[in-house]
């Protein structure tokens, strides 16, 4: 049996398909749903059960002989969200009962970190994880707080020799785009987001700089294709000797403005993009470079390569949005 919290969301809803599609066995999604339609998410979906943030612990007492593998995507990942009380519980004290739950048990642990725990950069984006290294980033959102604040926590456990979880991965996820994120609303990716104007051949406005460093649209980001993502998550099932923090992106930045224009053409038009001022709010936070560096989890063992911007970018349009049938 495999848990996977916050299965019905984005990255969560993608795993369980490739566990479907390798035949893993029983499997249950622990979230939300709300109203809305994020129950379209894992509709396709053979599932074991479908459990309430608030059963989780007296379902996994229950199930604890079966229980092989628990693979927490859960979390408040809205950038934009202010109730830091609200972000903790669900971010930082929920994700440390897991693992205590998860080593007490003999359970494997797989978890989302974010690479909203670097900051603005300036500590660079290496993902070691040692106390030293970790000490010094500096988190610009509540929520990268909460995500770093459970990374310290766990290297902490760690280096003291405390009991931890037969194999233990936090992965610190970069700018991801696929399907099933359509729920998120502003927090779509902008692939998501440029998609309807440029099927409308009509102009999408991107952020405008106000960093003299980087020109409109110029801003910079390691975009990931979900699918690698996953691919990444089902070698770490398969391979349950490997332990760590580990960065999971692409390793090479592109600008949003390239983001964009692969949209247009993937739907046969010219790009359209004009430029808007980046809001006041998020203005003195807004992350203007971001590129992950892969050695860790090559030295791990992964070998597979990761999608292009072009590529990720063609198959989301064509296989997803475009298709009449956008959930995978």
Same mark, same amino acid.
């Given at each position: 049996?495999?848990?996977?919290?916050?299965?019905?969301?984005?990255?969560?809803?993608?795993?369980?398909?490739?566990?479907?599609?390798?035949?893993?066995?029983?499997?249950?999604?622990?979230?939300?749903?709300?109203?809305?339609?994020?129950?379209?998410?894992?509709?396709?979906?053979?599932?074991?059960?479908?459990?309430?943030?608030?059963?989780?612990?007296?379902?996994?007492?229950?199930?604890?002989?079966?229980?092989?593998?628990?693979?927490?995507?859960?979390?408040?990942?809205?950038?934009?969200?202010?109730?830091?009380?609200?972000?903790?519980?669900?971010?930082?004290?929920?994700?440390?009962?897991?693992?205590?739950?998860?080593?007490?048990?003999?359970?494997?642990?797989?978890?989302?970190?974010?690479?909203?725990?670097?900051?603005?950069?300036?500590?660079?984006?290496?993902?070691?994880?040692?106390?030293?290294?970790?000490?010094?980033?500096?988190?610009?959102?509540?929520?990268?707080?909460?995500?770093?604040?459970?990374?310290?926590?766990?290297?902490?456990?760690?280096?003291?020799?405390?009991?931890?979880?037969?194999?233990?991965?936090?992965?610190?996820?970069? +700018?991801?785009?696929?399907?099933?994120?359509?729920?998120?609303? +502003?927090?779509?990716?902008?692939?998501?987001?440029?998609?309807?104007?440029?099927?409308? +051949?009509?102009?999408?406005?991107?952020?405008?700089?106000?960093?003299?460093?980087?020109?409109?649209?110029?801003?910079?980001?390691?975009?990931?294709?979900?699918?690698?993502?996953?691919?990444?998550?089902?070698?770490?099932?398969?391979?349950?000797?490997?332990?760590?923090?580990?960065?999971?992106?692409?390793?090479?930045?592109?600008?949003?403005?390239?983001?964009? +224009?692969?949209?247009?053409?993937?739907?046969?038009?010219?790009?359209?993009?004009?430029?808007?001022?980046?809001?006041?709010?998020?203005?003195?936070?807004?992350?203007?470079?971001?590129?992950?560096?892969?050695?860790?989890?090559?030295?791990?063992?992964?070998?597979?390569?990761?999608?292009?911007?072009?590529?990720?970018?063609?198959?989301?349009?064509?296989?997803?949005?475009?298709?009449?049938?956008?959930?995978?």
């Amino acid at each position: 049996m495999i848990l996977v919290t916050g299965g019905a969301g984005f990255i969560g809803s993608n795993i369980l398909a490739a566990l479907e599609e390798k035949g893993a066995g029983k499997l249950v999604v622990c979230d939300r749903l709300r109203s809305g339609t994020k129950w379209h998410n894992i509709a396709k979906r053979e599932l074991a059960d479908i459990v309430h943030p608030e059963q989780i612990f007296q379902f996994l007492e229950a199930n604890a002989k079966h229980m092989e593998v628990v693979i927490h995507m859960g979390a408040i990942s809205a950038t934009t969200e202010t109730d830091a009380d609200k972000i903790l519980a669900n971010n930082f004290s929920l994700s440390l009962a897991l693992w205590k739950w998860c080593a007490v048990h003999n359970v494997r642990f797989i978890y989302a970190s974010s690479a909203a725990t670097y900051g603005d950069g300036a500590q660079g984006f290496d993902d070691d994880g040692s106390m030293e290294h970790l000490a010094h980033l500096r988190p610009l959102n509540a929520y990268g707080w909460s995500k770093h604040l459970f990374d310290r926590r766990v290297a902490r456990k760690v280096l003291a020799g405390s009991r931890k979880p037969p194999q233990w991965a936090g992965l610190k996820f970069f +700018n991801v785009y696929g399907p099933n994120e359509y729920h998120k609303g +502003n927090q779509q990716s902008v692939v998501a987001q440029v998609y309807p104007h440029a099927e409308k +051949n009509a102009a999408y406005q991107l952020f405008r700089s106000h960093n003299p460093k980087y020109p409109d649209g110029g801003q910079l980001r390691d975009f990931i294709w979900v699918g690698d993502v996953v691919d990444v998550i089902m070698w770490l099932v398969e391979n349950p000797k490997v332990s760590g923090l580990f960065n999971v992106g692409t390793g090479k930045a592109r600008s949003f403005l390239d983001l964009a +224009n692969a949209v247009y053409r993937a739907v046969g038009r010219e790009p359209q993009i004009k430029f808007r001022d980046t809001p006041i709010e998020i203005r003195d936070k807004y992350q203007y470079f971001t590129q992950a560096k892969m050695e860790r989890l090559a030295r791990a063992g992964y070998t597979k390569p990761f999608t292009s911007l072009e590529d990720g970018v063609e198959q989301y349009v064509k296989r997803f949005l475009a298709s009449g049938d956008a959930y995978r």
